[in-house]
């Protein structure tokens, strides 16, 4: 699955996104920079080869790349804290990478930065299960953990799509989400604590295994920072019992209307399904052609819900989920048998990324989150914008959650055609914002969303969040170019702009 | 002491923006209920009180949207009314402390529990209030107002100030606004009692049950004679949601180990609802206004060794929630420290933290009210604070005496 996204755009070079200038005082001590990396991180812990740096020159977002200056990959806490320590000393930049499946291009590298890739920090440290809690390396991925305490009946919730690849650590950058965190939240509903290394080399723990760490709560403010605020080592997550059962329902409807009007009963039935997906025609026959779920021929959209729990729960709620979407006009309802039947509905969903790759030369995967209320609205508007930039869109989304993700269908090897692409992407996302939503619900905002931070916050609001930066990484080391369309100087920031001597506020009340 | 009243946001920025003009210390109240908590707001001078209670109300609710916004001076039982009526609640179960410090029930606000970040039995399973806070809008130490976060469950936007900001206690910013997610009342909630266990059996079949699959969402250990007139210790279960659902989790709780043979009583609805509204207001140790009272929160397995940790140097009574991972401790008011010694030491060896709730206010005085932090931590924190309030004029030196 995750294959056909990397091999979308091999041989695609340009980078037309502005990133910050690369330093020619920085480029030109490359050499003697790597032989100080070498020293912390002996043997192969250094990649300094062009060619070996290919591997790294771009994330999950393909159509971005850049070789980095070196890679470097430290193989515990300490390593970590001097190479921090030895970039803020020398100037560097700092790229931290985990899997590199980073949609938004957060993990993209610099040309005059390092990437600090935490491969090495593969290892399960403890589970705990009195505490319901386990400790891994931040370079473990996602799957490894719920497959680890799968034979005690346990798993780790946040479940993305990319979960065979992607790792814990990435996870908590981006506050992942995956189909389940309707019901179970995302990465940072479900973890603990963290250990972190901050620029300047210092390594604080945040959280533990207790509930409501003491003091700020800093493990939430790092959780979903895109790297930009320190370097994760080591997590502590949550895991759960297993449901009992979960069974699914695949429903079919004439409209999207109807379908999203579906949706929103459910939720307004007070029933929190374990998932609730959605599927346009377009989508939903990519995924019928791709792995034959047997999905419903005529629908114009397609539900799955999911509910999970004891089996008298569950067979109630199948109940009253298929009473619901039969008021709301499903011209078909089946409901899964056996596990068997259940992983099928699900598998044509899973695949709908690849599906729709086998449809289109290249797609563009959006994520802008919108209430539940406007889905309608918001797809006949889509589909709007589709015929005016002639290009076909394939919506695949988390409707329990308003999350939407549209696939954007183009052919890099059109001229024109990707810069068209971009922009309906972003008149996209902007229609989110104006409905009440947000530009990104999970994959965050890296350097694909970043000039579009305008559209969601003002100035001040903008500011308040890069005095946190600052907070983290007053010389902006840190992954520069990620999530902030304006670099400001921290001392700029800093600044206030106070009046003496004003009248204090004459007209209020005052005892 | 001079009270500023406020009506509106624009009232908080202009009124922050003259006192840090002026470097004049604010004191922000809400119900005023948890001054007593952390702290005494101090500045060079006695801090002036920006009473934030006027600017209350819900400014948005959209039931099938399971969202709600409401102004920080909007008292929480008006707020779980509004919701009532549709069917839905607060999923974080937030405790009203105000009778701890001698304060009426009932007057404290939504603000001071985002503040706070005060969270009641149900943070076992759903989250506490940081989880459930969507959005704010706020006005930070500069004077300026800014918002965060959003209305939608799924968003990744930026930094998540709503974290760093639920739960500061009023140190970092102004809230003006908060929009919560709500979730749908289940219809139907029982409670199981194991009575007569000690405190290792009894956090030993939560931990259990809270391993299984009946989805307890809220667990305590109450050791005899802390509740009065209660001469055996009650270990409680809560179940919730539909009606059959329940049915078969208890059914499935009472049959298997380790439950399996001992004495059970059940207790429905209207029981069990008192039942976790006395633990989460913490009504055993809110009549004795001497006693030194701590909040501890420590890995639930490890609560009974730290209060026997505790309990062999002195004569301390206690009650656990989440668990095991929340223990309420009472110490007798003649300790010179409060305690804090011993009960930091405790802590700090089985991992955790420990605040002072309620002490005497010599004790108070000297000794941190929150756990202290490591240096590399505490830097770092006042870096935070420095970012949003840059002249320190914000409930100075109520989280630490140096921030
Ligand atoms: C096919 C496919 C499906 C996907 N499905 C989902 C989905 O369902 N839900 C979802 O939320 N996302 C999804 N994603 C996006 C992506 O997998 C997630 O964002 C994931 O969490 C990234 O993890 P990673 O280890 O690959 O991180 P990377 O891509 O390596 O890095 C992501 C960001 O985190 C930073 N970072 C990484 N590790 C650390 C660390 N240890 N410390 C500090 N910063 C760090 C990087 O600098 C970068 O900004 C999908 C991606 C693909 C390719």
Redesign the pocket.
């Given at each position: 699955?995750?294959s056909r996204?990397f091999r979308l755009a091999e041989n695609r070079y340009s980078i037309r996104m502005q990133m910050p200038k690369p330093e020619p005082e920085i480029l030109a001590q490359r050499e003697s920079f790597i032989r100080i990396l070498r020293k912390i991180v002996p043997g192969e812990g250094v990649i300094s080869s062009q060619e070996e740096l290919r591997a790294y020159e771009c994330?999950?977002l393909t159509a971005y790349r850049q070789r980095p200056l070196a890679v470097v990959l430290p193989a515990d806490t300490n390593q970590v804290s001097e190479v921090l320590r030895a970039c803020s000393e020398c100037g560097v930049k700092i790229?931290?990478?985990?899997?590199?499946?980073?949609?938004s291009g957060?993990?993209l590298p610099l040309e005059d930065g390092i990437v600090l890739a935490?491969g090495k920090?593969n290892r399960i440290l403890e589970i705990d299960y009195d505490n319901r809690i386990a400790v891994v390396q931040?370079?473990v991925t996602n799957l490894r953990i719920s497959d680890t305490i799968a034979p005690q009946g346990f798993y780790y919730a946040p479940d993305?799509?990319?979960q065979i690849?992607?790792?814990i650590?990435?996870?908590?950058?981006?506050n992942?989400?995956?189909?389940h965190c309707l019901k179970y939240g995302l990465t940072t509903n479900n973890i603990l604590g963290l250990e972190m290394v901050l620029m300047n080399g210092n390594i604080v723990r945040l959280g533990g295994r207790h509930l409501d760490a003491e003091g700020y709560d800093i493990m939430g403010l790092v959780t979903g920072s895109?790297?930009l605020l320190?370097?994760?080592?080591e997590v502590t997550v949550r895991i759960l019992p297993r449901p009992e059962t979960a069974r699914a329902l695949l429903l079919g409807f004439p409209s999207n209307e109807s379908a999203g009007n579906c949706v929103a009963r459910i939720i307004g039935a007070g029933i929190t399904p374990a998932g609730l997906e959605m599927m346009d025609k377009p989508a939903a026959d990519a995924a019928e052609a791709f792995c034959h779920p047997g999905y419903p021929d005529n629908a114009q959209a397609v539900l799955i819900v999911e509910l999970d729990g004891v089996k008298a729960e569950v067979d109630h709620l199948i109940g009253e989920v298929e009473d619901i979407a039969v008021e709301a006009g499903a011209t078909s309802v089946r409901t899964s048998g056996n596990e068997e039947e259940r992983l099928r509905f699900w598998a044509g969903r899973k695949a709908a990324?690849p599906a729709v790759g086998r449809i289109s030369p290249d797609y563009f995967c959006m994520d802008g989150t919108i209430p539940r209320g406007r889905l309608a609205e918001v797809l006949a508007r889509i589909a709007t914008m589709s015929n005016q930039f002639g290009l076909r869109v394939a919506n695949v989304f988390h409707a329990g959650d308003g999350n939407l993700h549209p696939l954007i269908l183009y052919d890099a090897n059109v001229p024109g055609e990707l810069e068209n692409a971009e922009k309906f992407g972003a008149e996209v996302l902007k229609l989110c914002v104006e409905v009440g939503g947000v530009l990104t619900g999970?994959?965050?905002v890296?350097v694909e969303k970043r000039d579009l931070m305008g559209v969601m916050f003002d100035e001040d609001d903008l500011k308040h969040q890069q005095r946190v930066k600052c907070a983290f990484d007053p010389a902006g080391r840190l992954?520069p170019g990620?999530v902030f369309p304006v670099l400001h100087r921290c001392a700029e920031l800093g600044r206030m702009h106070v009046h003496r001597g004003q009248v204090p506020f004459p007209h209020l009340p005052h005892f | 002491m001079d009270t500023i009243n406020v009506n509106s946001a624009e009232d908080v920025a202009e009124v922050i923006r003259w006192a840090a003009a002026d470097e004049e210390a604010l004191e922000l109240v809400g119900g005023g209920t948890k001054r007593g908590l952390g702290h005494i707001a101090t500045g060079d001078g006695a801090p002036h009180q920006l009473n934030l209670s006027a600017l209350s109300g819900i400014a948005l609710y959209e039931p099938e949207e399971l969202v709600v916004s409401a102004r920080p001076g909007t008292t929480v039982i008006a707020l779980e009314q509004a919701l009532a009526t549709e069917g839905q609640r607060l999923a974080f179960e937030p405790p009203d402390w105000g009778p701890l410090y001698g304060q009426p029930i009932g007057a404290s606000t939504i603000g001071g529990i985002v503040g706070c970040n005060l969270s009641g039995p149900r943070r076992l399973i759903a989250g506490a209030v940081r989880d459930h806070v969507l959005g704010l809008s706020c006005v930070s130490g500069r004077g300026e107002e800014f918002k965060c976060g959003g209305r939608v469950v799924k968003n990744v936007t930026g930094y998540d100030l709503c974290k760093v900001l639920t739960g500061s206690y009023g140190t970092l910013a102004a809230i003006t606004e908060v929009t919560l997610r709500v979730v749908p009342a289940p219809a139907r909630t029982s409670t199981v009692m194991v009575s007569d266990l000690d405190d290792a059996q009894g956090i030993a079949v939560l931990a259990t049950a809270l391993s299984g699959k009946s989805e307890i969402s809220a667990a305590a250990h109450i050791p005899a004679d802390v509740e009065n007139g209660c001469e055996q210790s009650l270990t409680a279960m809560r179940l919730e949601g539909p009606g059959p659902s329940v049915e078969e989790r208890l059914n499935m709780l009472g049959t298997s180990h380790p439950l399996e043979g001992l004495k059970m009583t059940i207790l429905d609805d209207e029981e069990s609802g008192q039942f976790w509204r006395e633990t989460r207001n913490v009504v055993a140790f809110a009549n004795n206004q001497n006693c030194t009272l701590w909040r501890l929160s420590v890995p639930p397995s490890q609560g009974p060794a730290v209060t026997a940790r505790i309990s062999q140097k002195v004569n301390a009574r206690w009650f656990y929630d989440w668990g095991g991972g929340l223990i309420w401790l009472e110490v007798p008011e003649d300790l010179s420290d409060g305690g804090a010694v011993l009960i930091r030491d405790a802590v700090a060896e089985f991992g955790g933290h420990a605040t002072l709730v309620r002490g005497a206010e010599q004790i108070k005085a000297n000794f941190p009210i929150f756990q202290p932090q490591p240096s590399a931590l505490s830097n770092l924190s006042n870096h935070i604070k420095k970012a949003f309030d840059p002249n320190g004029i914000l409930n100075p030196n109520r989280m630490a005496r140096d921030g």
């Open positions: 699955m995750l996204v994330d999950g790229v931290p990478r985990g899997a590199g499946t980073s949609l957060g993990a935490l920090f931040s370079g993305p799509s990319s690849a992607c790792t650590g990435g996870n908590v950058a981006e992942s989400g995956g189909v895109e790297g320190g370097v994760i080592t990324f999970e994959h965050g890296g992954n990620k | -």
